[in-house]
């Protein structure tokens, strides 16, 4: 019973019962209680009275944002020939140079267009695979909606202070009951 005792707190979870009982106010059958987290309280309520405010107040919890995927995509990086290596100091041996290697020249800018061609074609596979990996299966094909968890509901002050009453009682009772078991029971003979 040491579990049982305590300061009843205005706070009930909402649950559903698997047998139907009345409702505390209107004694309507129902599947639907309000329990605290302690256990010290609980009572059967119909789905109506939890969306009256005269009743019971939901507290609601902040929902968290949802993560979405961001897919970044990637751009192909080509390497570009710096000239600065070059010595600018004589202009005549760096124009012999570029006649000797016009012909060159003009070969290695095809190898290396066609290479860039290949590498964006790679580039732009890994891409697609990649977008197809990170985009995920649950927005083509939408899933039924999660289980909510239990709502939480604040009770209205006469409500609560009608829950407090009934549970006083109750422990006054078990209190009596004790008392009137530790007292001396009325003889039953006579005195004559």
Not at 6 to 24: E, M, S, V, W
Not at 67 to 93: C, G, H, W, Y
């Amino acid at each position: 019973m040491s579990n049982k005792t305590g300061q009843l707190i205005n706070l009930y979870t909402h649950r559903i019962a698997t047998t139907d009982k009345p409702c505390f106010i209107c004694n309507k059958y129902t599947r639907s209680v309000l329990r605290t987290d302690n256990g010290l309280d609980w009572f059967y309520t119909c789905e109506s009275h939890l969306s009256d405010r005269g009743f019971a107040t939901p507290i609601l919890e902040p929902e968290p944002e949802p993560k979405l995927l961001v897919v970044q995509s990637t751009k192909a990086r080509i390497p570009q020939k710096d000239n600065s290596s070059e010595s600018k100091s004589d202009p005549d041996i760096n124009q012999e140079k570029d006649r000797s290697n016009d012909s060159t020249k003009v070969e290695s800018k095809q190898q290396e267009e066609k290479e860039e061609e290949r590498e964006k074609e790679k580039i732009k596979e890994r891409t697609e695979d990649k977008q197809q990996i990170t985009t995920p299966k649950s927005l083509e094909h939408p899933q039924p909606p999660k289980p909510t968890k239990p709502r939480q509901y604040k009770l209205h002050s006469n409500i609560f202070y009608l829950r407090e009453d009934k549970l006083n009682k109750k422990r006054q009772k078990v209190e009596a009951q004790n008392i009137l078991s530790k007292l001396p029971s009325v003889p039953k003979n006579s005195l004559h």
